[in-house]
Every structure is written in C-alpha cells, then in structure tokens.
C-alpha cells in the first residue's frame, strides 16, 4: 500500500509565453502558467459567471523543456501532469515568501499539448514525438518506451 501520492493533473491555456533559463549546472528549465476556468450560471440574476484559476508550471526534465522551447507559445492548450511542491524564496527586501507550483521532473511528469495537429506529448525522460505526420484523430502520442521502432509496429498504416 502506498503511504502518499503527490500528483496533480491541469488542462489549461498558458497565459504568457514561457520562460527558458539555463540553470549553473548548464542544464535548461522552463516555467510558464497556466489558467483554469469554472463557468456557471448564478442562479438568482440567470447571469453567467467565471472564476479563473492561474497555476504556476516549472519543468526540469530536459526533453520536456525543449518540446515547450520550439512547440509552446502564449494560448496554447495544455495537459500537465506534475507534483505539487511548495519552496520558500527571500524577496529584494530579505522577506520570506512561499510560491507553490506544479513540478515537471522525472518518470512522473507529463506534457500534451492540445488543439492543434503539431500535438506532442512526453512521459518522464523518454523521446517525444511530432505526430504531425499523423490522422487528426488521434492528436497525441505518448511516448512510453524509448525505443522507436516498437512504435511502428501498433501503426496500422
């Protein structure tokens, strides 16, 4: 039995463009948000109401980075899957602050981009695909094992 699970799951349009930075080990991070909506209907003035929600996303794992880097702009849909982690920080005037965000790092982690046919999707540190070249129905691949070529067996074209 497991004595905890720590995941999150997020389907949302990024409201600005995301931040690329290079970190001192050389390896690269992205960070952007991403808005959630709730809509309803009040029901005493029939009026239709919406409550935005903005998550803060940062991404560790180097595949994913680079697919955000060339593939990801400021609107596009998204579906992340991350941990949810907490960190204190010391802002420009020595006060602690607290930022909460989704984490992208490892096995755990994963990226689909949605509503166009440039979809790509990754699992933890395996290859991304473009599935450009595929039908339209079928508007992302998962990418589960790191050999390519088991792929093209399940394509039935």
């Not at 409550?51 to 880097?69: K, P, Q």
């Amino acid at each position: 039995m497991v004595g905890s699970v720590n995941k999150v799951i997020l389907l949302g349009n990024l409201g600005r463009d995301p931040e690329i930075r290079s970190m001192q080990t050389g390896k690269k991070m992205a960070s952007f948000s991403i808005a959630t909506s709730k809509r309803w209907k009040d029901k005493n003035t029939q009026e239709q109401k919406e409550n935005t929600t903005w998550h803060n996303i940062v991404v560790f794992n180097e595949g994913l980075v680079d697919v955000i880097e060339k593939y990801v702009k400021k609107g596009s849909k998204i579906y992340v899957e991350g941990e949810l982690s907490t960190r204190k920080y010391q802002d420009k005037d020595g006060n602690d602050r607290y930022t909460t965000e989704v984490v992208l790092q490892g096995y755990n982690s994963n990226l689909t981009m949605l509503g166009s046919s440039n979809s790509v999707s990754s699992s933890g540190n395996h290859s991304v695909e473009n599935t450009s070249d595929f039908p339209q129905s079928d508007n992302s691949i998962s990418s589960d094992t790191t050999d390519s070529s088991s792929m093209d067996d399940d394509i039935p074209f």
